[in-house]
């Protein structure tokens, strides 16, 4: 099995953002990516320019990080085309690596915006290169820019950045500088296309947390009255841990609990929304083991969150009585 390494440039409405196409905010310029083979050594390349078609004039922003000369794509080829040769370029056995998340999102929003039969397998497993770097030199959550790993790691700086194939090369060049197992147990799950039924629903445990991801729901009550998602599991012994604080809505929107496992201790839930394409919502639900110092930050959000509740029902009360 080869690794196809992505990095994707695109372009977006130069206008105000009532002028998008809500259906392709972002459309892909450049398709940009080197194939390793298993020892991570760069056996091959693909790139090619795309003309723009949904928002032929290029936004300022783009225009400067990229340095485009707009004549290379006003007679580069389309979309369709590229994709076509790019798909047949990685071949039926590969595993896709990418700087960040976001890329094999937007390739498959413009595959189905042109509705191009999506080549990839469900569920999308890949490796995101960005998070792994994270997770095996820094703190496993800060997210630095491709330049900074290559700076960190005393790669040579020969190309330029902000180029889809430079890119895909410099995120290759920090692949041989991690370990292979860091990468291979790290692997991320892509969310564009959500499980359909409760059969698909994903469920992966990683070393320190698990990963659930749901079907589509009408609406985030409906979700949270399935017990498969609100259910808390240890990640290690598998053992329904005991919830001292049931689910409750956090400061960002996003669901919150503190459980407790007999033999593992304290473990954080936190369940995202996320929108399907057809208006509808499906869940990642992400439970990790925590100290007793975090565990007791959720107990004061908790609070937090119900005096803010509190609060606002006296003021609601106290405008109702007055209009009254």
């Excluded at 994709?83 to 071949?91: I, Q, R, T």
């Excluded at 292979?180 to 320190?208: H, L, M």
Aim: aromatic residues 14%; proline residues 5%; hydrophobic residues 35%.
């Amino acid at each position: 099995m080869n690794f196809i390494v992505l990095d994707l440039e695109w372009n977006q409405s130069p206008d105000k953002k009532e002028h998008e196409n809500p259906h392709l905010p972002f459309e892909i310029i450049q398709i940009g990516a080197v194939k390793l083979d298993q020892d991570f050594n760069i056996i091959d390349q693909f790139f090619e320019r795309i003309r723009p078609v949904i928002y032929p004039e290029i936004h300022y922003k783009i225009q400067e990080i990229i340095q485009i000369n707009y004549a290379d794509y006003k007679n580069a080829r389309s979309f369709p085309e590229v994709a076509e040769d790019f798909f047949s370029w990685c071949g039926p056995d590969c595993f896709f690596c990418t700087w960040g998340p976001c890329d094999l999102t937007e390739l498959q929003r413009n595959l189905k915006y042109y509705q191009i039969k999506s080549p990839f397998r469900f569920p999308l497993f890949f490796y995101d290169i960005q998070k792994i770097f994270s997770i095996v030199y820094e703190d496993r959550k800060t997210r630095r820019n491709l330049e900074f790993a290559v700076d960190f790691l005393l790669i040579s700086k020969d190309r330029h950045f902000h180029d889809a194939l430079c890119d895909a090369f410099y995120t290759g060049m920090v692949m041989r500088h991690l370990v292979r197992e860091e990468i291979f147990k790290n692997y991320s799950i892509d969310c564009y296309q959500p499980p359909a039924t409760d059969s698909e629903q994903i469920y992966a445990v990683y070393e320190t947390y698990s990963k659930y991801i749901s079907k589509p729901f009408d609406s985030r009550l409906d979700a949270m009255q399935d017990n498969n998602l609100t259910a808390v599991p240890c990640h290690l012994c598998q053992k329904n841990a005991h919830q001292e604080i049931a689910w409750f809505v956090g400061p960002s929107k996003s669901y919150y609990c503190l459980a407790k496992c007999k033999e593992h201790g304290y473990l954080k839930g936190k369940i995202r929304f996320k929108k399907t394409d057809d208006g509808k919502i499906f869940c990642i639900r992400i439970l990790k083991q925590v100290s007793p110092e975090t565990a007791l930050k959720i107990r004061e959000m908790q609070k937090m969150m119900r005096e803010k509740k509190q609060l606002k029902h006296r003021e609601e009360t106290i405008v109702s009585h007055n209009f009254h």
